[in-house]
């Protein structure tokens, strides 16, 4: 069973860095890239950032370009989310899963997330 656990997640001030983890089944990590997605309250499920299997590919939203950076560590399963210059715009329940490339859609079941909030 495809299993996916997020976390890192926090109240921060606007301005402020987090840095998100996401510990994937190694079913679910082998060979596949990784996407980051995020929900706010009231609003669809919206694509934040991607990076390809071998990590060398990355790919990211308009909204957080130059502030967040994905990166993975394939021996542990696990890719990250570093959010820096945190806005409140930014607050939401952050996803993590397998996608299918870069710019495709996420091909597996999800996790619980983690909250970030963001103060202004």
């Known amino acids: 069973q495809v299993q996916l656990v997020e976390s890192g997640g926090g109240l921060v001030q606007a301005g402020g860095s987090l840095r998100l983890s996401c510990a994937a089944s190694r079913r679910t990590f082998s060979g596949y890239a990784m996407g980051w997605f995020r929900q706010a309250p009231g609003k669809e499920r919206e694509f934040v950032a991607s990076?390809?299997?071998?990590?060398?590919?990355?790919r990211y939203a308009a909204s957080v370009k130059g502030r967040f950076t994905i990166s993975r560590d394939n021996g542990k399963n696990t890719v990250y989310l570093q959010m820096n210059s945190l806005k409140p715009e930014d607050t939401a329940v952050y996803y993590c899963?397998?996608?299918?490339?870069?710019?495709?859609?996420?091909?597996?079941?999800w996790g619980q997330g983690t909250q970030v909030t963001v103060s202004s």
């Open positions: 990076i390809s299997w071998s990590g060398s590919n990355t």
């Open positions: 899963n397998a996608v299918n490339g870069l710019s495709g859609p996420a091909v597996g079941s």
